[in-house]
């Protein structure tokens, strides 16, 4: 067995608005099914100890966290060595059940932007059309969307910090794209009250 | 810029998050429809200057297609709808009626008439 690494083995950036660094290993299980079924629902919460988020939303319990990605679609956010156990867990309690259970930790990048809230906000608002003003989204709620020319998602676990989703093989663009919009002399101060 | 609702995730989606499918409504003729049917669905294509039904599809967010009701020329968004569905719903043809008295698009038209 190979030794797992994350996609940019730990780079960080500092000296910006914010600071931006790859978040290191995490666990990620896509699954899919009916999300109003009560089986795929119990099975979410054996499997990560969190509720089914709503609508856009993130649900977190310890290491773990469970965020809507489509209306068929969660992800299971936990430790990396577990994800596969996750994974086998889901399968079985599915049994049954129409559903899809992947383990994609591998396949994806986390990244995280750390620093003032207004920051952290402006330098993903530089890059995904999404309204990042904190009457519109804050701790408790989930993205899809763009970051500049790749699909990416992102959520506040707490003000003050970002953390960013993107496939693996756009980490090292990703990764510039943040540092390039958290670059010293780039603030805009648009969130700043 | 083109701003639509997606009717799954509920966001206000900016049209670079979006990837247009062409004309919504469409009748698939496959095997054993004639000829004619088959051109018509693959060519025969509405192109109006005015309202009009596409087909769009949530790409940069939960993937999901969806229906558009809009004016060509003047970007106004009537209202969006799920893809379920192979007419566009009363509400939305009310919408557009409010708007745009006496509009028809193929055989829609005023749900009043």
């Excluded at chain 1, 994350?6 to 600071?19: K, P, Q, T």
Aim: negative net charge.
């Amino acid at each position: 067995m190979s030794e797992a690494a994350s996609a940019l083995s730990g780079a960080a950036y500092e000296g910006g608005l914010v600071r931006v660094a790859d978040a290191g290993l995490q666990g990620m299980v896509t699954l899919r099914g009916d999300l109003e079924a009560e089986a795929i629902r119990a099975a979410v919460r054996e499997a990560s100890g969190c509720d089914m988020p709503g609508q856009r939303a993130i649900t977190a319990e310890g290491d773990a966290a469970v965020a809507w990605m489509a209306p068929d679609e969660v992800l299971i956010l936990g430790p990396h060595a577990r994800a596969g156990d996750t994974c086998a867990a889901l399968e079985a309690a599915l049994q049954g059940q129409h559903h899809l259970a992947v383990n994609v930790s591998d396949a994806r990048a986390l990244f995280t932007v750390t620093g003032e809230d207004a920051a952290v906000r402006e330098v993903l608002a530089k890059l995904a059309p999404v309204d990042l003003s904190p009457g519109a989204f804050g701790p408790g709620d989930f993205r899809r969307s763009r970051l500049a020319q790749v699909p990416g998602a992102f959520w506040m676990p707490q003000a003050g910090v970002m953390r960013v989703i993107c496939f693996r093989s756009v980490a090292q663009y990703v990764f510039d794209l943040l540092c390039t919009s958290a670059a010293p002399g780039s603030r805009v101060g648009y969130f700043e009250a | 810029m083109l701003i639509l609702h997606c009717p799954y995730c509920g966001v206000m989606a900016d049209e670079t998050e979006l990837h247009g499918g062409g004309e919504a409504h469409l009748t698939r003729h496959g095997p054993g429809s004639s000829d004619e049917d088959f051109h018509d669905y693959l060519f025969a294509k509405e192109n109006p200057r005015g309202v009009h039904f596409e087909r769009w599809r949530h790409v940069q967010g939960c993937g999901k297609w969806f229906h558009a009701a809009r004016d060509t020329a003047t970007l106004e968004v009537f209202g969006t709808y799920p893809a379920q569905t192979t007419e566009p719903p009363k509400a939305i043809r009310k919408a557009i009626t409010a708007k745009r008295p006496g509009w028809t698009w193929r055989g829609f038209s005023d749900p009043a008439k």
